[in-house]
């Protein structure tokens, strides 16, 4: 079922979304639904705590910034096949590409021109992740940051491309993974922050388990493949949200998810991973 996109947006009004599936049968899960200037810490702790399945902020990108940069974005040529899965396209290079140390050094090489060249797109807007970036600061008691790995700084701001007829099979993300051996970040939760640019008429919609299994149980599920889950093998999604070009949206990807293939046109992303240390420390963002 599909969140009713004619909903009143209010200060921390959740809409609900009753399932019935194998999994969670009759639960209620939230979907926080705000603007930037209500945007506050609770509703990030939420994703945490697990009160709330996602923060939706409906609009977060003006519509005159939003058009032009979507017509440069749909077909620019700086796009590039995802290395870990070629289906996928993205402008600039994701840390979850890193496997070693040439990788790593790439990643880092790369970050501060990748962010420059998100703002001349946008240009003469302001950039979707530069105003993510100080609206967590300013909403966020101790701040946010770029993270920070060995005394260097991250990229942020990944344009991703999910093409017409490619399925984003449910996952989760985990910053660990892509770790250099003996680093430890000790973080304490991880979260994502989707600005979304362009949706496809047709398909392109957000699933949403509110499942967090650990590495141990989400190798199980992935069986013998590569990457990702068999959706038969978890039941229906908690909740389906159809987002609108752009929103924003704020979840937890250690929580299962995934996004139905695009029907026609390219779904067009901002992704942003955020750090969570507690509420004494900085957020740290990354893509």
Known sequence: MDAPSTMEVRHNAPY???RSGPHQRGTIINVTRTTPARLSQEDILSLIDGTALAVHVPGFVPAEAL???RRKLIDHPDRGALTQATEFQRIGYAYSEVHDDASREHYHHQARAGIQRMRELFAPYASPSDVLRLLLEETWQAGAHLMHMDGRKAFVGICRYQHKDVDLNPHTDALERNLPAGHALHLKAQLSANIYLNIPRTGGELELWGTEPGEEVYGRLMGGRTWGIDRARI??????????????LLLNPRRIHAVRPS??????????FIGYYGT??????WS
Do not use: N
Not at 280 to 285: I, K, M
């Open 67 to 69: 058009a032009p940069a």
């Open 235 to 248: 039941g229906p999604p908690a909740q389906v949200v159809k987002p609108a070009p752009g929103d924003l």
């Open 263 to 272: 029907g026609d046109e390219p779904r067009i992303t901002l992704g942003h």
């Open 280 to 285: 004494a420390r900085p957020l740290e963002l």
């Open 16 to 18: 609900r979304s009753i």
